[in-house]
């Protein structure tokens, strides 16, 4: 294997898939979190009977979801785009053809 593209692969395409994966199974955990505190808050709401201290502590743990979310969706996109960066980088690498290798020698 080629030196340039080993190190295209480890620097590049395998952590940016590695950090896509992770933030995928996060945003999956933390928006599964974000729909369940988004049901309670509804419910809260439905049941009329809690302050509103009680109603914006559960509004303002949403926020947090959201955020959780919002975050693990931009890790995601930014282990694509280093992925991407990778990929483009093995296919634009220029390879040496055998009579400049012929030359040189």
């Not at 995601?76 to 093995?90: A, K, Q, W, Y």
Request: charged share 15%.
């Amino acid at each position: 294997m080629n030196a340039r593209i080993a190190i295209f692969l480890i620097t590049l395409v395998f952590p940016g898939l590695a950090v896509v994966g992770v933030s995928l199974y996060w945003f999956n955990l933390d928006y599964a979190a974000l729909i369940k505190a988004e049901k309670y808050v509804e419910n809260l709401v439905e049941v009329g009977k809690v302050n509103d201290r009680q109603l914006e502590y559960a509004y303002h743990r949403t926020y947090i979801h959201r955020i959780n979310v919002f975050a693990d969706g931009t890790w995601g996109l930014l282990g694509g785009v280093i992925t991407g960066l990778g990929i483009h980088g093995l296919v634009t690498i220029s390879r040496p053809k055998s009579s400049a290798i012929a030359k040189n020698m």
